[in-house]
Structure formats: structure tokens, C-alpha cells
């Protein structure tokens, strides 16, 4: 099952209708991604996206500018309209590298923008000052005027006051700078009481991101879904493949890249993350579908997730991860999966 068309053939029957025009016919206009009229509501913000958000973690890392360029251009080809990013990626160099394509590509009115603030060297944890202090820097590096999505990244604070923090964010959104509030790892009681003070007029929490897909369930799936659901948070998982263990492409540890990525993969190559391997392989050759896009398949057919955040290192890869987005698994299907990660 393919939602965009691929290989040779079409190709070859590009090449094949072009070599009979004349050099002078006029260059046929070209028509909007087939994506493109694919949206799902991000919860009550008002916000539509693509139900595939391409992640910018590896940009400015292990893709250089050009590679990035071209594989934010292929995903805005297919009808894809929000990228996501952080401070903390790349020391910044992920923003910057976004920045310069919205600005070459005039992408600026088109392009849902997600940024997560609070791991940035300079502007750490999400106190008053630095929580003000990564926002401008973000929006300056970015070359935008607000950012769409803020998530506030807790992983580097646990400690600070919430009340302080949110009522920073409602400045930020009073100055037009930000427009929807999420947060990223944070926990069900936090989430508990950012409602409480949203309740009391504070900016209300509306977007979640918490790391999660068929190999990594345990710190989602229990009190946080619980809470993410009773507060109809939009879920936009980030680790959607999990480094691109989910992929498939990653099965052999000698073959396996040194440093933090190849143990990351390491650790998933073990009699679980084999069983889960071998059961998208099956339904992926019963859908005649790339293995990524199952797995984006079943994410996607989780209860309170709107759209998973992607990470890709090629631009030949984006077609087949936003293929999930056009696939639809059965009941039997989705349990066989939850059943081999279980």
C-alpha cells in the first residue's frame, strides 16, 4: 500500500511522455503535494498539521546543511507542513540551519513551526530569566517573529516553580512571540497541576511530547496517556522510530555505527525488539509497505497521538516514513504489534 508513488516506473514513464514533447512546449505546472490536503487538529489549538511532523534532531549533527535543505524541501513536496525543532540541538546550529531555509524557500507563512526551549547550554531549565532568554534566542536564530508550538523541555528542571514558569509563557504569548504552550517530559502530577493554575487563568498546557513507539511504551502508555487523555492533550511523540531501530534498517551489531547512536541501536537488537522487527516485517509485506511506515502506522493508531515527530538522515527516506500517514492497520494488525512489544 503506498500513499506516494515510487520507483523506476514512474520514472521511466516521466522520461518516456518527456522525450516525445518538443524543447520549446512550456514547462507543465506543477501541482500541490499529495499530502497536502491531509491534516489532523492539533487538540482545540486550531492548529492543522501533516500526521507526521519532521524532526530536525539530527541537523546541523549528522546532516550538514545542503542534506538538511533537501530533505526539509522533499517532506513540503509531499504535502508535509510542520517541522520541529529545538535549542539544544546541535548548540543551535538545527535552528539556524531551519532559519535560512524557511527564509531561501519564503516558506515562512506555510511551515508549522514546533521549538522545545530548556536544554540550551546558555539558557538552561525553564526559570523566568532563561525561559525569556531561549525564546528570543530561538526566534532570532529561527529569522521568525513566534514560533507556533513552545515546548518546555523539563528534562534539566524539575525544580522550578510551574506557577512562575507559566506565567512567563503568558507574557511570551501577550508579546506575540509564542502561540500554543506544550511540554516535554514532563510528569502526570506536573501535568495535573499546569491545569490547576490554567484553571485559575495561566496559559493552558495543550500539546504533549513524551518519547514513545512500539519499542519504548512503558513511560507513556499508564498515568501519563490517562492524564494526556482526560485533558485532551494532542500527543506528538517524539522518537517515532526510536534512533531508526524502527526502521529496519538496523539488524546486525557488527554492521552497527560506533559512538552514542550505534549503542543506542545495540541495546534494542535483543530477543524483544527481533520479535517486534519480524512482525512488521510480515505486515509490512502484507501491505506491500516499507517497514518505517508501519511502524509510523501503529503510532498513528494510538489513542491521543495527532502526529509523531520524525527524525531522518536522508531525503530518500521521507517518502516512505510519510507513507504511515496513509496506511491503515487492522485491529489484528495493531495487536499483533502491541503483542510483540509486550
Known sequence: MRLFGTGDTA?????SSMS???PSAPIPVVGPGVGETLRVPIGDTGIEVFPLILGAAEFGWNVDLETSHAILDRYVEFGGNAVHTADGFSGGRSEHIIGQWLRSRRQLRDVVLGVRVGSHADNPGLGATNLVRAVEGSLTRLGVERIDIL???ATLDQSTNL?????TAEWLRGAGKINVLGAFRFAPERLVEARILASAGYPR????DEPYNLIRRDAFEGDLRLVAGAQNLAVTPSHALEHGFLSGRHRSKALMSQGVRGEQLRERLNRRGIRILRALDQIATDLQAPVAAVSIAWLLAQRTIAAPIVNTFAMQHVEELMQGAGISLTRTQIAELTRAGN
Open 205 to 208: 498546557i495543550e500539546v504533549l
Open 11 to 15: 520514472h521511466q514513464t516521466s522520461a
Open 151 to 153: 515546548y518546555l523541555d
Open 20 to 22: 516525445y514533447e518538443h
Open 163 to 167: 506557577e512562575d514558569t507559566l506565567a
